[in-house]
């Protein structure tokens, strides 16, 4: 469903992503994993066709993010980092704006708009202007866009941020109910997201992989079988071998 083969990214003479590769099946949630500044979000954005890869390539259902970014995009759905940048649009028309432009109309285009804005749970901040929400609301304005369209890929650049704790509840278990039918993958910092909703586990540091695999997996490679201890030990080893060269 999604593939992601050496990817490379370079801003001046940095380079951010240092040949990241992993594929995705339906049915997977991936966590995406890594300290501040690793590379997570330079990845999504390649995979997502937002920036274009220095080396390397990736696909979403077969179609190359970048040769082919329009059929590859008709297939995802992106939650970008921070807020909407559409602060007079309200949440609803957001989402409209955004279904419209993938050819939804009529009938199609309520359904879908009804269902991305009930299972983001906007409630009555459906129809008031984005700029006057809470950081919370922003987030789920995000969300329902990027799940309107019904995808079969999600990319989710860390969900949660900014909602209170029953609304981290409400979207960890929407992941937990689209999960069956699509390839999803979430960056989060919020460890224990990632035995309560991702079959597997990514941790990357400086734009490279250092571990891929369950999350039982992850706890289990830790000096204290937590999701955390094996966090800090991965990165810690990995920069005490940069200190060391
Ligand atoms: N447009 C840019 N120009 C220059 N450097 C950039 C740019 N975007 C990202 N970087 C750098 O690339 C590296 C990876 O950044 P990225 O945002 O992908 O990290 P991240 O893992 O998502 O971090 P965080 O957890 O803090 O969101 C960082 O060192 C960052 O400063």
């Given at each position: 469903m999604l593939v992601?083969?050496?990817?490379?990214?370079?801003?001046?003479?940095?380079?951010?992503?240092?040949?990241?590769?992993?594929?995705?099946?339906?049915?997977?949630?991936?966590?995406?994993?890594?300290?501040?500044?690793?590379?997570?979000?330079t990845t999504m954005r390649m995979l997502a066709g937002?920036?274009?890869?220095?080396?390397?390539?990736?696909?979403?259902?077969?179609?190359?993010?970048?040769?082919?970014?329009?059929?590859?995009?008709?297939?995802?759905?992106?939650?970008?980092e921070g807020a909407p940048a559409y602060p007079a649009?309200?949440?609803?028309?957001?989402?409209?704006?955004?279904?419209r432009a993938r050819g939804f109309s009529g009938e199609s285009l309520k359904r879908a708009t009804g269902l991305a804005l009930e299972r983001a749970?906007?409630?009555?901040?459906?129809?008031?202007?984005?700029?006057?929400?809470?950081?919370g609301y922003k987030r789920r304005a995000a969300?329902?866009?990027?799940?309107?369209?019904?995808?079969?890929?999600?990319?989710l650049d860390e969900p949660t941020d900014g909602l209170d704790p029953n609304?981290?509840?409400?979207?960890?278990?929407?992941?937990?109910?689209?999960?069956?039918?699509?390839?999803?993958?979430?960056?989060?910092?919020?460890?224990?997201?990632v035995p309560a909703v991702c079959s597997r586990a990514i941790v990357i540091d400086q734009g490279r992989i250092l571990f891929d695999g369950t999350p039982n997996a992850l706890a289990a490679s830790g000096p204290d079988r937590t999701v955390d201890g094996a966090f800090r030990s991965l990165t810690q080893a990995a920069a005490d071998a940069r200190g060391a060269a």
């Open positions: 992601a083969d050496q990817l490379i990214k370079d801003f001046g003479s940095f380079r951010a992503v240092q040949g990241v590769s992993f594929t995705l099946e339906r049915g997977e949630v991936l966590g995406f994993l890594g300290p501040n500044g690793a590379g997570k979000t937002g920036l274009e890869a220095d080396g390397g390539s990736a696909s979403i259902a077969g179609y190359d993010c970048t040769a082919q970014r329009l059929e590859a995009q008709s297939r995802l759905g992106y939650l970008p649009m309200t949440p609803r028309s957001f989402v409209m704006f955004g279904l749970n906007l409630g009555a901040m459906a129809d008031h202007p984005i700029g006057t929400l809470s950081k969300l329902a866009a990027a799940i309107a369209h019904d995808p079969a890929v999600l990319i609304q981290k509840d409400g979207v960890r278990q929407l992941i937990r109910d689209m999960a069956p039918e699509k390839a999803i993958i979430i960056s989060t910092h919020i460890l224990e997201e």
